[in-house]
T-cell receptor, first 111, second 113 residues
Framework: QKEVEQDPGPLSVPEGAIVSLNCTYS??????FMWYRQYSRKGPELLMY????GNKEDGRFTAQVDKSSKYISLFIRDSQPSDSATYLC???????????FGKGTRLSVIA | GAGVSQSPSNKVTEKGKDVELRCDPI?????LYWYRQRLGQGLEFLIY????????KSGLPSDRFSAERTGESVSTLTIQRTQQEDSAVYLC???????????FGPGTRLLVL
């Protein structure tokens, strides 16, 4: 079993839809959870960052972490064509340690 | 300020040749990471530098891969005797010490023929 599992999609939704992206993980030592957005032929950019369990909201984006279930989610409200990208979950334990990434979910928002 | 930069942006090489990839981190960032992203795959950790500490090389896939960093500045990733399976995007990231946010460069797309 990989440390981080993420459905690669592709996921196609109409403009304005609510998008739900998810990752599961197996390492209970993970404490820091991130979502990166990667446009085609670009490096990943940090979208959301959360520590331990709970929710975090930033504009149209909400990140949720459920450590008891080892499950994290990213919700995108009122999705826009400009949200079309690959979304990568990433996580790690304490200290300045390397991130462990999911494979990424490719999202297309159709106008 | 300027973000992480990488060069070259694209590299095509023949099997068996050596290649050198360069990363310029954000000024003041003491931590620097190299990742590999194969087509349809997530990012795979390769090596990590933190200040003057010994680098964490635990992710390097073989002894054909090596990396160096001069102080807290430029890093180079070298792949010797390249193989076709080395074809991937090589991404560099940097972060401030003791902080969690890693900032990525645009990557170097390596194609080994």
């Amino acid at each position: 079993q990989k440390e981080v599992e993420q459905d690669p999609g592709p996921l196609s939704v109409p403009e304005g839809a609510i998008v739900s992206l998810n990752c599961t993980y197996s390492n209970s030592a993970f404490q820091y959870f991130m979502w990166y957005r990667q446009y085609s032929r670009k490096g990943p950019e940090l979208l959301m960052y959360t520590y331990s369990s709970g929710n975090k909201e930033d504009g149209r984006f909400t990140a949720q972490v459920d450590k008891s279930s080892k499950y994290i989610s990213l919700f995108i409200r009122d999705s826009q064509p400009s949200d079309s990208a690959t979304y990568l979950c990433a996580m790690r334990g304490s200290g300045n340690t390397p991130l462990v990434f999911g494979k990424g979910t490719r999202l297309s928002v159709i106008a | 300020g300027a973000g992480v930069s990488q060069s070259p942006s694209n590299k095509v090489t023949e099997k068996g040749k050596d290649v050198e990839l360069r990363c310029d981190p954000i000024s003041g960032h003491t931590a620097l990471y190299w990742y590999r992203q194969r087509l349809g795959q997530g990012l795979e950790f390769l090596i990590y530098f933190q200040g003057n500490s010994a680098p964490d090389k635990s992710g390097l896939p073989s002894d054909r891969f090596s990396a160096e960093r001069t102080g807290e500045s430029v890093s180079t990733l070298t792949i010797q005797r390249t193989q076709q399976e080395d074809s991937a995007v090589y991404l560099c990231a940097s972060s401030l010490a003791e902080q969690e946010t890693q900032y990525f460069g645009p990557g170097t797309r390596l194609l080994v023929l």
